[in-house]
Every structure is written in structure tokens, then in C-alpha cells.
């Protein structure tokens, strides 16, 4: 019987629950006596909670895995574009690189102060309170990673009809239907069982690692026959624009994006305090001598002016270099995009999960499966707003204003930290980083938020302005105010029959 799971008495997603703290306060003090910022603590013997399954292993292939997809398959002409040389474009693959390690470094010491699920949107609650969280919860949740996921798929999707049909090329209708259908199974993997999600991300990772390893030592067989004539001239023609250097980092860190997913499923995480850490350690660095020496490899097929001119530089690169085997490549593609996509929607359940519990969106969506512990209900929502944005094919022009929004909240982040140092300074943090990091993070972020607005208004800038300002109207009436309509309970009770899914708390570890 599903009835014992309908709402049970004692469960309350609200933030005035008092039943299960044990401290009181902002602060709660939990069983092993540390005084720290998660909420809504409990026992494993009292309710249902998230388990800690994901290792250092799974941490690293879930960072790799999100980083590498499309975007070093597809960003290298957008970067060479907006900087001119291809000087300056390896100078800004190597910042990007050094921003997302230092950015990821700052987030560890966020994840280990608070472990509970999130990332920004618990951090933004701790430091400013609730309207910053809900504001990053309402952009997230909507736009930001249902785009991000949609972007992704839809890569998939471009290279894997390509891939199946003759040169008079595929429908758009083809490519949203099999992006469409990589939705519902990368959906169906996050909501059957948490193993399962990230052994696909594991063995995902590992395939798109070979891919990777193939273009580089395609590169260093060309070097070796003496393909190096593109290596010259290395800052001629190098943008003086500021606004094109700002967008350039757009490109970049699009390809760089999912360095802080792993701060989305900290409760999931082994020994998150050692574990973090370590899988940012080797992960970013990683990523990032790949996308150099891959970036490299390109250069020894193709000469900047066709890199600037081809948008399926992979591909191009498989033809020249790879010959019979060429179709490695857009299956390569392929692995990394759909890898990238589960990744992604893995880390975005989260934070719906984790915005939901604290009364910020329905609860139900805080609510997980009684038996598979996934987050269901959640991962159906942002599922159902990625399927939207593919069949509205309106998203060509997203990894701008992508770029533009989430450093502002990556901004935000930064100074939660830079507060909680002074106003939360008692608060245990088993990983800390130097001061500068997370103010020099701060500073570029103001600059990658501002520079673009000045130097090149774009309409999606406005657009990202415009919804937070509809998330402020928002809140009001139905978070502050606390309202609700009439039909809401009844919706979660129906949610909880037909999912078989039940409210949780945060379990912290020992």
C-alpha cells in the first residue's frame, strides 16, 4: 500500500520545521555534535534520504563527463572568431581552464561547509538568504539547465542523424525527434537508479577519453610529418574589443561548463570533505590539457581561416586525418554529448530537489522514489521543460545568454563565500581556500557580466534581466506570502501515488 507514504505526519518541507533540529537557531547542531549551515537534519532511522553512492571515481567521470561534450567540438570556431588569433584563443583556453580550477576550488570549500544538495542555490541561502536562493532556483531551474541540457541533446541528435543519413543532409524535424528520444532515456537512466546514472556516466567518460586521446595523437602523427605551417604568426589579427574578449570566454566556458556539478549531489558524495577536493584536482586539469592538445590537432589539418569557416570542425578533422576510419569522430561526438547530457541532468534533479525541500518550488519535487532513493519527480520536471525548448527550436542563440546568466550567479557565488568568511567564521570548513581565489573569480565575473553589456548589447541579456525581475514578482505572493492554490495538495498526493515517491530530509555524514 502507497497510502503510508502520502503525506506522513511529521513531514513538513517548510523552513519553520523544528521536529527533527537539534540545536536551534540558524545553525543547527546535529548528532556528532558539528555546528553546521545544512537544514533540515535527520537520522537514518526517521525518513527517507538521499545515499551516499558516488565515489571519488564516479566524482571524477561526473565533472569530465559534464565538461566534455559538444563544446570542444563546436567552440573552437566561436573562440577563433571573436579573438582573431589563434595566440589569443590558446591564451583563453588556458584562463578558462585556470578559472574553472580555481572556481571549483572556492565551490569545495562551499560543499564541505554545507553538504547539503544544490551548490549555488544553498550557498546564495546561507550567505544572503532566501530571495538571492529562490531568484538562482527560478533561473536554473527554468531556463539555465533545461537549456543547457537541450543544447546538448540536440548536438547529439545533429551528429547522430548525420550520421545515418546521404549527403542530402537531415530534417530538423529528424534531429528534434532523436533528440527528443535521448531526453526520455538519459530520463529514464537518472530516475531508475542512482548506480546505474553514473556507471553510464563512467563508462561514457572512459569512451569519450579515447575519442579525445585518438584527435591527439591524430595532431602529434601530423606534427611528426611536419604539419606545423599554421604554428606562426601566432597574435597577428587579435581583436582590440573588449566585449569580443568577454564573448570569447563565453565560448570557452561554455565548453569548460559542469566544473561545479559535483556541488549539486554533495549528499550523495563518499567522504565529501576528502573526495571533492580530490576529483576537482584531477579532473579540471585534465580537461583542460585535453581541449589544448586538441585545439593543437585541429590547427594541424586546418588553417585558422577554414577552422573559422567550418562548424563541424571535428568532423573535418576525422575526414582529413582519420581516413577510412573517419566515422569514429561523429561517433565519438555522439558518446561525449549524450554522456554530457546525463551528467548535466543528473546534477540538475538536484537542484530542484534541493529548492523544492526548502519551500521554494512545489514540494513534491523534493520528494523521492521509496524504494530506486532518486529523485524522480524533480528530473521529470526539468525532463519536461527540455523536451519544450527542442520542439520550440528556439535555442539556437542560448550559449550567450547561458554564459551571460550563470556567472552572474557564479559571481554571486564567490561572494557568498567572501561573506560567510566574516559573518559565518566559526563554521567548520574541513577544505579551505586562500582569500584571492574566490575575490579574483569574483572580479572576472563582474568583468565577463559587464563587458559584453557595454561593449555589445545583446537582446538575451535583457531577456535574462527580465526574468529574474518576473522571479521577484514571483516570490512575493508565493513563497514569502506563503500561497498556494487549492489544487496543489491534491496534485501531490496524486504525484506520490503514481511515482511511489515519499518527502526527505538531509542526512549529513559522520
Known amino acids: 500500500m502507497l497510502c503510508s507514504c502520502v503525506v506522513p505526519s511529521g513531514y513538513n518541507n517548510n523552513n519553520n520545521t523544528n521536529d527533527d533540529d537539534s540545536g536551534g537557531g540558524d545553525d543547527e547542531t546535529v548528532g556528532n555534535g558539528k555546528n553546521m549551515l545544512a537544514r533540515k537534519l535527520s537520522t537514518k532511522g526517521d525518513t527517507l534520504y538521499l545515499e551516499r553512492r558516488v565515489g571519488l571515481f564516479s566524482g571524477v567521470a561526473l565533472i569530465v563527463g559534464t565538461m566534455i561534450g559538444s563544446g570542444i567540438f563546436v567552440s573552437p570556431t566561436g573562440l577563433l572568431i571573436r579573438t582573431g588569433s589563434i595566440g589569443l584563443s590558446f591564451v583563453i583556453w588556458a584562463l578558462c581552464g585556470a578559472m574553472s580550477l580555481l572556481g571549483a576550488l572556492a565551490y569545495a570549500e562551499l560543499g564541505t561547509m554545507n553538504p547539503s544538495s544544490g551548490a549555488e542555490y544553498a550557498y546564495l541561502m546561507d550567505a544572503f538568504g532566501p530571495m538571492p536562493a529562490f531568484l538562482f532556483s527560478w533561473i536554473s531551474t527554468l531556463i539555465l539547465k533545461p537549456s543547457q541540457v537541450a543544447i546538448i541533446c540536440l548536438s547529439f541528435a545533429k551528429y547522430a542523424v548525420e550520421a545515418c543519413v546521404d549527403e542530402c543532409g537531415s530534417s530538423d524535424f529528424a534531429v528534434k525527434i532523436v533528440a527528443i528520444l535521448s531526453i526520455l532515456v538519459i530520463t529514464y537512466i537518472n530516475c531508475y537508479s542512482v548506480n546505474l546514472a553514473t556507471g553510464v556516466q563512467n563508462a561514457f567518460t572512459a569512451a569519450k577519453l579515447v575519442a579525445v586521446f585518438v584527435v591527439v595523437a591524430g595532431g602529434v602523427y601530423k606534427i611528426f610529418q611536419g604539419r606545423t605551417e599554421n604554428f606562426r604568426d601566432y597574435f597577428d589579427n587579435t581583436t582590440s574589443s573588449m566585449g569580443d574578449v568577454a564573448t570569447a570566454f563565453y565560448s570557452g566556458l561554455w565548453a569548460y561548463d559542469g566544473w561545479n556539478n559535483l556541488n549539486y549531489v554533495t549528499e550523495e558524495i563518499k567522504n565529501p570533505s576528502k573526495n571533492i577536493p580530490k576529483a576537482i584536482y584531477i579532473s579540471i586539469p585534465l580537461v583542460t590539457i585535453c ?220
Not at 314 to 324: E, Y
Not at 391 to 419: E, H, K, P, Q, R
Not at 429 to 455: G, H
Request: proline share 7%; hydrophobic share 55%; charged share 10%.
Open 291 to 510: 581541449y589544448i592538445l586538441v585545439n593543437v590537432a585541429y590547427l594541424t589539418i586546418m588553417s585558422p581561416d577554414e577552422i573559422v569557416r567550418n562548424e563541424a570542425v571535428a568532423v573535418t578533422f576525422g575526414i582529413r586525418a582519420l581516413g577510412p576510419i573517419a566515422w569514429v569522430i561523429p561517433l565519438s561526438i555522439t558518446v561525449s554529448t549524450l554522456g554530457s547530457a546525463n551528467g548535466t541532468l543528473f546534477a540538475a534533479g538536484r537542484l530542484c530537489f534541493a529548492a523544492s525541500r526548502e519551500g521554494h518550488l512545489m514540494n513534491v519535487l523534493s520528494y523521492i522514489h521509496i524504494k530506486k532513493l532518486t529523485p524522480m519527480p524533480s528530473i521529470i520536471f526539468h525532463s519536461i521543460i527540455t523536451i519544450m525548448m527542442v520542439a520550440s527550436g528556439t535555442i539556437n542563440s542560448l550559449i550567450d545568454f547561458f554564459s551571460f546568466t550563470a556567472w552572474i550567479f557564479y559571481g554571486s557565488a564567490m561572494l557568498a563565500l567572501l561573506v560567510m568568511r566574516y559573518t559565518k567564521p566559526d563554521v567548520p570548513r574541513p577544505y579551505k581556500v586562500p582569500i584571492i581565489i574566490p575575490l579574483t573569480i569574483f572580479v572576472i565575473s563582474i568583468y565577463l557580466v559587464i563587458a559584453p553589456i557595454l561593449d555589445k548589447p545583446q537582446i538575451e541579456y535583457l531577456y535574462s534581466m527580465i526574468f529574474m525581475i518576473a522571479g521577484i514578482v514571483f516570490y512575493v505572493p508565493f513563497v514569502r506570502l506563503g500561497y498556494k492554490f487549492p489544487i496543489i495538495d491534491r496534485w501531490t498526493v496524486f504525484i506520490q501515488l503514481l511515482l511511489q515517491v515519499a518527502p526527505t530530509k538531509l542526512v549529513l555524514p559522520n
